[in-house]
């Protein structure tokens, strides 16, 4: 439990808002989230009580437009009440089904929560209301991340031979032989050694983590499991070994998972005994207060007051801003200084013109030679760009299309959807940009385009190795799943302006060995996980 509390309160002070750059804890830039359920039956001894004690929350006010409003019978009520009884006739949950738009905070919620509970005690109890008395332990699992781990890609450095990678991957087997665990053990051999490899030790032999999982009895024990993003799971295979820890988790006493809508299906065995809650983000007041935590240093400045004017209105920004990622991307041009990205008509701004503005941005800022910043562009950069270029938004983008940053962002962003992949390992980041058509200018070190594609920051977690610089590890995703969704589109539509016939090139699906717009777009039309590009 010790080692549990102390890796989450050690995550809690990671960066928590990569696209704006800032270095803000979640213990202190959190801001409430609301969530929406069922309305208890109006006709209830509870619902009659004047007395009762109502949520400070604004339910009427969250949405702008009538169309957003959610149907049926629902109330606001706080996060910490997800498993708490909402009258006297409704029963007990011991499990929640948090479904919430891409960036509504889902994420930043389950994260919060543990972190809530490793800081508690006897004096400072944990708030969130749970059926069981005392809990034991919080279980955060990111499924992303356990996917990584359960497939075995792990880093290897870019400059072993084949022969070198394939010991290496043995020896990772060896090291991880999840095939010889049941559900349970590689839940938990997959928890020990995130959580203990922090104190420098995890369990590594399929005995000793046995003979752990015999000490911890996790069966019995008060334990609630957060599990942050089924729908990123939602396509595997029943027999995955994924969807056989997740099936091992859901019948367990307590658990709350959250994903995306419209996955609730994938649990249809389970369903009946899950509360279904919605996660809706930013409440206008929520709106207001985030705004004034990114501009603390700046609390006057015009650009703020600016956007609280229109969050205070009724401008329909306030449809885009109360999605907490959609906020951060408009504090982060707002506070930006560069002309160009400045926003002049907040009004009639779109989710494409602001996920336009952010790349720009980010763009700009890898080219900054003042910025703190990972990587430090090539010089073959820095040539197709001088200070004129940084002015205009467009010979940004120019520029960037120009040394194929775009084309390789928007490759791998749609090959990540199709193959329902949101992380890479360093070695099978850099095998796919290997496969692209290089660019003339990286035609003859290839090493460059990989620094200057993980440069400009739109792709976290791979890292250099400090010794061999040819070498790099790491797990490398996009900042959010919401970028890699807009450069995926942003890809195709560019293809698609040329001729919506033209290949996609490095794309396969089955039955189109050579993919063009039309067909993927023919192919992907009703499915779900491709609703937002």
């Not at 339910?59 to 959610?70: F, H």
């Not at 890609?153 to 990772?172: F, I, S």
């Amino acid at each position: 439990v010790h080692y549990f509390k102390a890796h989450y309160q050690a995550n809690a002070k990671i960066l928590q808002r990569p696209i704006a750059g800032q270095d803000w804890s979640i213990t202190n830039s959190f801001v409430n989230l609301a969530v929406l359920c069922d309305k208890p039956d109006e006709n209830s001894e509870d619902s009659k009580n004047p007395n009762e004690k109502k949520p400070d929350i604004d339910w009427q006010n969250t949405y702008v437009n009538p169309a957003e409003k959610i149907p049926g019978n629902k109330q606001l009520i706080t996060y910490n009440d997800m498993f708490k009884p909402l009258s006297k006739k409704d029963k007990t949950y011991f499990k929640c089904w948090l479904s919430g738009a891409a960036g509504s905070g889902k994420t930043t919620l389950s994260q919060r929560l543990a972190y809530e509970w490793s800081i508690s005690t006897e004096e400072v109890p944990f708030l969130l209301s749970s059926p069981q008395k005392h809990l034991e332990l919080v279980v955060w699992i990111k499924l992303r991340d356990l996917v990584s781990y359960l497939e075995l890609n792990d880093l290897v450095g870019t400059d072993l031979d084949d022969e070198e990678k394939k010991t290496a991957r043995q020896w990772r087997l060896r090291r991880n032989p999840s095939s010889q665990l049941d559900a349970s053990a590689t839940l938990w051999r997959y928890l020990t050694s995130s959580v203990y490899s922090e104190a420098s030790f995890e369990y590594t032999d399929t005995e000793d983590i046995k003979k752990f999982l015999q000490h911890l009895k996790p069966d019995t024990q008060p334990i609630l499991y957060l599990v942050d993003g089924y729908d990123e799971i939602a396509g595997y295979d029943s027999k995955a070994p994924i969807k056989k820890t997740v099936d091992y988790i859901l019948k367990q006493t307590q658990v709350l998972i959250t994903s995306r809508p419209h996955y609730e299906h994938q649990i249809s065995d389970h369903q009946s005994s899950f509360r279904r809650l919605e996660l809706l983000g930013f409440q206008p007041k929520d709106m207001l207060a985030y705004v004034n935590q990114h501009f603390r240093e700046q609390p006057e400045a015009s650009s703020a007051n600016l956007l609280k004017s229109l969050l205070r209105g009724h401008s329909p920004i306030r449809g885009i801003a109360h999605i907490p990622v959609n906020l951060e991307i408009l504090c982060t041009i707002l506070s930006s200084s560069h002309p160009d990205l400045s926003v002049d008509s907040l009004a009639d701004f779109t989710m494409t013109e602001l996920y336009e503005q952010i790349s720009a941005y980010l763009i700009h800022r890898s080219l900054d030679p003042k910025a703190q910043k990972e990587y430090s562009l090539s010089d073959i950069a820095k040539t197709q760009f001088n200070h004129e270029d940084l002015t205009n938004r467009t010979e940004i983008f120019s520029g960037a299309s120009h040394l194929g940053w775009l084309d390789i962002l928007g490759s791998i962003a749609t090959q990540g959807l199709i193959n329902r992949q949101v992380q890479w390992s360093a070695e099978k980041f850099s095998i796919l940009i290997g496969k692209m058509n290089c660019p003339a200018v990286y035609a003859s070190n290839k090493l460059n385009l990989i620094n200057d594609v993980l440069g400009l920051g739109f792709i976290r977690g791979i890292v250099r190795d400090s010794e061999r610089h040819n070498c790099y590890h790491g797990q490398g995703e996009f900042l959010h799943l919401t970028l890699q969704e807009f450069f995926a589109a942003r890809w195709i539509a560019e293809v698609w302006k040329k001729s919506p016939d033209e290949v996609l090139g490095g794309l396969s699906i089955e039955g189109y060995p050579n993919i063009t717009p039309r067909q993927l777009l023919s192919h992907y039309q009703y499915s779900i996980r491709f609703n937002l590009v």
